[in-house]
């Protein structure tokens, strides 16, 4: 008669173990392959169920649960991307067909949700933004400045040869501009008493515009920073569209 001890059970199951291990292993495979399977099949016939549950899932324990993803995904990392390096070069032409297909969709959306977040959290993302241009500058300080005095030295080189500047009448403009109580942002019409004043080349000296009075107003920092090198109606239109996207 089979003994019903449970150790004695437990040391039997064991030995057989040991004895059918190639079996047992294959065995164990089988079973999760077919497992595996059902599932893929039971979450493609039941996408509102799953989505159901996974949002109950994150009501419950949503910190929870990303943590044990990205452990997850971390103990398994390089598996992973291999996995995904395989696959996309056994599936390239179509993996960048939809990728393509749906790139505007995402785009545009992505566009949206990041403007919405930067509102909402405005001091936040400047802070984060001046803090890592500040790193960038002190990583980099030696070749920006040697960046900076080289292009100040060609564009000084190339107005004296072509007469298109007038430096006398320059300073004379923004000392007028910066000792006014009334100075104004040409742009915006901002009134730029107490703020930092910057001047503007109407038409830019990327595009042949004059480094002279009648070719620089003043304006304020944001309005100058936006506008570049485009030209008023460039920059005017470039404005309408970000708008209608709501960038």
């Known amino acids: 008669m089979p003994s019903t001890d449970p150790t004695i059970l437990r040391l039997q199951r064991q030995r057989y173990y040991e004895k059918n291990l190639e079996k047992a292993l294959a065995y164990g495979r089988s079973r999760k392959r077919v497992r595996t399977e059902y599932n893929r ?15 109950k899932r994150l009501l419950w324990d949503a910190e929870k649960l990303n943590a044990g993803k990205r452990s997850w995904y971390l103990k ?4 992973i991307l291999k996995k995904r ?10 993996v960048l067909e939809k990728n393509k297909a749906r790139a505007p969709r995402y785009r545009y959306a992505r566009k949206g949700y990041n403007f919405k977040y930067r509102m909402e959290n405005l001091q936040a993302c400047r802070s984060k933004e001046r803090a890592k241009a500040k790193r960038y500058y002190m990583a ?7 960046k900076s005095i080289s292009e100040q030295r060609q564009r000084r080189e190339l107005f004296q ?5 007038d430096r006398v009448g320059i300073k004379k403009k923004i000392l007028e501009a910066k000792s006014s109580p009334f100075t104004k942002c040409f742009h915006c019409g901002t009134l730029l008493v ?9 038409q830019p000296i990327s595009r042949m515009g004059k480094h002279i009075p009648d070719n620089l107003v003043p304006s304020c920092q944001p309005c100058n920073q936006s ?11 470039y404005k309408l569209l970000c708008h209608k996207e709501g960038k």
């Open 41 to 55: 099949e039971w979450r493609r016939l039941h996408p509102d169920r799953v989505r159901a549950y996974t949002q």
């Open 85 to 94: 390096s395989d696959y996309y070069y056994a599936n390239k032409e179509a």
């Open 76 to 79: 398994n990392r390089e598996r």
């Open 161 to 165: 040869a072509s007469g298109l500047t």
């Open 227 to 237: 506008k570049k090198d485009k030209t008023v109606e460039e920059w005017n239109d």
């Open 140 to 146: 980099h300080r030696d070749e920006l400045i040697a």
């Open 194 to 202: 107490g703020k930092p004043i910057h001047f503007d080349h109407l």
